[in-house]
């Protein structure tokens, strides 16, 4: 059994080889890292193979995830040079578009592109995927199975990955419920307080949306009473520029992809 290969043992490989066998998931995993003590790591915790080699790891390959940073990839994919066998491949890498990542490698490569985020580490994760045109449905289902594996699976058109890639991020629960336990302390809650009412604000808001049948727009108007201080706190925050301060940033993510995607 060809083996589902890692290129790449940093931060989200280590999250989704975690997802993955605690999913059950029994193929053989290869990564392949240029740092030996990474790779010593992932074995040690996911039994993963640890490939030193990269054309040794690649050979081993029934299905490849690049999972180096940006500007990286462009090095790495040197690297390999071309390939002559048929090989379905899948880069992790923002904002690289798979225009770039098919000139590389050969025609032999069947190139798809996948965002998850670390939430995958706990099998209960989201993946986008969009695949390059002539993907084999074969592969493609091999694909999909593979991050169903740790968590629920969309399927975008690539036009949409940056913005998916922006909005899509676990950082932005964590930023958030950093900024509102950081203004509870200023207000005088001590830091263990702050955090606990902050994470049940934002995370019991957000399951009772995904988990009941209450449309958004009736949620807000249950949680705060008109003229009330829910009410208050967020007319302030909008008046504030809240929603523009989240689209602005947001746009300053889809630029830095973009600036990926050129490298
Ligand atoms: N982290 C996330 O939440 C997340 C989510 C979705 C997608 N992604 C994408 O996944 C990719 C990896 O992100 P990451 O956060 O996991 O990065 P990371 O923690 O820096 O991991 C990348 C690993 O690849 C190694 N590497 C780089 N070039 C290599 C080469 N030529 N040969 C062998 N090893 C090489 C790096 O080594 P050095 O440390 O020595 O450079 C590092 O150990 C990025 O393209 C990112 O856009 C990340």
């Known amino acids: 059994m060809r083996a589902t290969v890692f290129l790449g043992g940093g931060r989200i490989t280590s999250a989704l080889v975690a997802g993955l066998r605690l999913a059950g998931y029994?193929?053989?995993i290869v990564v392949h890292d240029r740092n030996p003590?990474?790779?010593q790591q992932l074995k040690r915790q996911h039994r993963v193979i640890a490939e030193p080699d990269l054309q040794n790891a690649v050979a081993q390959a029934g299905l490849l995830v690049i999972a180096v940073r940006p500007d990286s990839v462009r090095e790495l994919l040197k690297q390999i040079g071309r390939l002559h066998r048929p090989l379905p491949a899948v880069s992790l890498a923002a904002g690289i578009p798979l225009a770039k990542l098919r000139a590389r490698l050969g025609p032999s490569v069947h190139w798809a592109r996948a965002m998850p985020s670390p939430v995958c580490r706990t099998a209960r994760g989201l993946t986008a995927i969009t695949f390059g045109r002539g993907f084999p449905s074969v592969a493609k289902q091999v694909v999909r199975r593979l991050f169903a594996r740790?968590?629920?699976v969309i399927e975008i058109p690539e036009s949409k990955f940056d913005a998916f890639t922006v909005?899509?991020?676990s950082s932005h629960g964590y930023h958030a419920l950093a900024a509102l336990a950081d203004a509870a302390q200023k207000l005088g809650l001590d830091r263990r307080s702050a955090l606990t009412a902050a994470a049940h604000a934002l995370g019991d808001g957000v399951v009772a949306w995904r988990e009941g049948k209450i449309p958004l727009h009736r949620l807000l108007h249950e949680a705060a009473t008109p003229g009330g201080v829910a009410a208050t706190v967020m007319s302030a925050m909008d008046?504030?520029?809240?929603?523009?301060i989240v689209e602005h940033g947001l746009r300053k993510g889809i630029a830095r992809a973009r600036k990926n995607a050129g490298g």
Do not use: E, F, I, N
């Not at 008046?239 to 523009?244: D, H, I, Q, T, V």
């Open 37 to 39: 003590r990474k790779l």
């Open 26 to 28: 029994d193929r053989p």
């Open 239 to 244: 008046a504030a520029g809240y929603g523009r």
């Open 150 to 152: 740790v968590g629920q």
């Open 167 to 169: 909005t899509y991020s």
